[in-house]
């Protein structure tokens, strides 16, 4: 049952712009002329599971906190036609993999990889320090913005990092059971081991890789094979791709894709600092481009 038209306190709800496997997603107006925002409400199929209501007040929590600007903040948690949901900022904009499968048909789209990528670090980093693991890096959660800027959105697999998962309780997992979206998989997830701060060390690899050289490391067709190779391929190099690449920075984007979490990248900053080495030589030598 669609909720276009229900009214939230201030906001009349407009348009479904998603659904996922427990939550559907739409835009609101506000009725006074203030700015929209987006409502993420439980299925109603889901409505009673105590479980889902636990996620969704988990995620909330941390969309309050205001992490970073490129962060949707979380305005007020709900319930619409009796059914659980939270109000957040509507971040408008494209998805990163739709704006980059558009580039591969106009190349005259101006997307900067590294400039995006940059801002991608800084927003993990944010996550990371505040002590949460994001667990849903990927392309298609980020927001590419008309002014420029990036968002990340999509909290909801979100767990602590402080030692306590946040979600752990919701769940009754096998070891093998996989959840995330098989390109970013890091092969430790894949194997059945928790989320870590490593884990989305491996998903920003994987991004890395897509924005700098056009390319994913593993360009398998099907979800199954995209996770054996994950598993148990050895990626590219980046400098394979790209000649012209400076070798440190490089060095350290290929150990994000690291099979063992201990010899990947210890920590998004290191990612970040060597993305802005690649930005600093563009500035001089040209732009670093694939081959």
């Given at each position: 049952?669609?909720?276009?038209?229900?009214?939230?306190?201030?906001?009349?709800?407009?348009?479904?712009?998603?659904?996922?496997?427990?939550?559907?997603?739409?835009?609101?107006?506000?009725?006074?002329?203030?700015?929209?925002?987006?409502?993420?409400?439980?299925?109603?199929?889901?409505?009673?599971?105590?479980?889902?209501?636990?996620?969704?007040?988990?995620?909330?929590?941390?969309?309050?906190?205001?992490?970073?600007?490129?962060?949707?903040?979380?305005?007020?948690?709900?319930?619409?036609?009796?059914?659980?949901?939270?109000?957040?900022?509507?971040?408008?904009?494209?998805?990163?993999?739709?704006?980059?499968?558009?580039?591969?048909?106009?190349?005259?789209?101006?997307?900067?990889?590294?400039?995006?990528?940059?801002?991608?670090?800084?927003?993990?980093?944010?996550?990371?320090?505040?002590?949460?693991?994001?667990?849903?890096?990927?392309?298609?959660?980020?927001?590419?913005?008309?002014?420029?800027?990036?968002?990340?959105?999509?909290?909801?697999?979100?767990?602590?990092?402080?030692?306590?998962?946040?979600?752990?309780?919701?769940?009754?997992?096998?070891?093998?059971?996989?959840?995330?979206?098989?390109?970013?998989?890091?092969?430790?997830?894949i194997a059945g081991s928790q989320p870590t701060y490593q884990s989305d060390v491996y998903a920003l690899g994987v991004c890395a890789f897509r924005l700098l050289t056009?390319?994913?490391?593993?360009?398998?067709?099907?979800?199954?094979?995209?996770?054996?190779?994950?598993?148990?391929?050895?990626?590219p190099s980046l400098a394979g791709r790209i000649p012209n690449v400076p070798p440190g920075p490089a060095t350290v984007v290929d150990m994000c894709l690291a099979k063992?979490?201990?010899?990947?990248?210890?920590?998004?900053?290191?990612?970040?600092?060597?993305?802005?080495?690649?930005?600093?030589?563009?500035?001089?030598?040209?732009?670093?481009?694939?081959?």
């Amino acid at each position: 049952m669609t909720l276009t038209n229900a009214r939230l306190g201030p906001y009349m709800i407009r348009e479904l712009i998603g659904v996922g496997g427990t939550s559907e997603v739409y835009r609101a107006d506000h009725v006074e002329g203030g700015a929209p925002v987006v409502v993420k409400v439980i299925r109603p199929e889901r409505k009673a599971d105590p479980a889902q209501l636990k996620s969704l007040k988990n995620e909330f929590s941390i969309l309050e906190r205001r992490l970073h600007p490129g962060i949707p903040v979380g305005r007020r948690l709900a319930e619409v036609s009796g059914r659980p949901c939270i109000v957040m900022d509507f971040l408008s904009g494209d998805s990163l993999s739709d704006v980059l499968a558009l580039k591969a048909k106009h190349t005259h789209l101006p997307v900067n990889g590294l400039r995006v990528l940059a801002d991608l670090c800084g927003i993990v980093q944010a996550i990371h320090e505040a002590e949460f693991i994001h667990n849903d890096i990927k392309l298609e959660n980020c927001i590419l913005r008309p002014d420029g800027s990036l968002a990340l959105v999509d909290f909801g697999s979100v767990r602590s990092g402080a030692g306590k998962n946040l979600l752990a309780s919701l769940f009754s997992r096998s070891e093998k059971t996989v959840f995330g979206t098989a390109t970013y998989l890091a092969p430790e997830l894949i194997a059945g081991s928790q989320p870590t701060y490593q884990s989305d060390v491996y998903a920003l690899g994987v991004c890395a890789f897509r924005l700098l050289t056009g390319r994913f490391p593993f360009d398998a067709s099907t979800q199954s094979s995209r996770i054996k190779a994950n598993a148990a391929s050895a990626p590219p190099s980046l400098a394979g791709r790209i000649p012209n690449v400076p070798p440190g920075p490089a060095t350290v984007v290929d150990m994000c894709l690291a099979k063992s979490p201990k010899e990947r990248t210890p920590n998004v900053q290191a990612l970040q600092a060597a993305v802005r080495q690649m930005i600093e030589r563009s500035k001089t030598q040209g732009s670093i481009r694939p081959s």
